[in-house]
């Protein structure tokens, strides 16, 4: 069992930035590929970026390729997804998830999911 709880998102304009945070519960954290998802109203929930239990390998939509980045802090039980050079575009509620086996791009693989967080991004 893990509950995640994500905060940092904001209204911000194009072309700025925001970290978002997604803190975890429990001492087994690094047990735990991590990913990022995001749903814009009347969409489907969709893949942003992906991190492996240790960190060491990482994935991303192509969306956000070159401009997020996935971290992760397993001695604070946190992981982070740095967004840059946003675009009205990636407005949407950001979720964290945690799968209990590999990074994968399927949100069908994880198990738990955060509350979420909006973010909004004005032109």
């Known amino acids: 069992q893990v509950q995640l709880v994500e905060s940092g998102g904001g209204l911000v304009q194009a072309g700025g930035s925001l970290r978002l945070s997604c803190a975890a519960s429990?001492?087994?954290?690094?047990?735990?590929?991590m990913g990022w998802f995001r749903q814009a109203p009347g969409k489907e929930r969709e893949f942003v970026a992906a991190i492996s239990r240790r960190g060491g390998s990482t994935y991303y939509a192509d969306s956000v390729k070159g401009r997020f980045t996935i971290s992760r802090d397993n001695a604070k039980n946190t992981v982070y997804l740095q967004m840059n050079s946003l675009k009205p575009e990636d407005t949407a509620v950001y979720y964290c998830?945690?799968?209990?086996?590999?990074?994968?791009?399927?949100?069908?693989?994880?198990?738990?999911w955060g509350q979420g967080t909006q973010v909004t991004v004005s032109s």
């Open positions: 998830a945690a799968d209990p086996d590999v990074m994968t791009i399927d949100l069908r693989q994880y198990d738990y």
């Open positions: 429990g001492r087994t954290f690094s047990r735990y590929a």
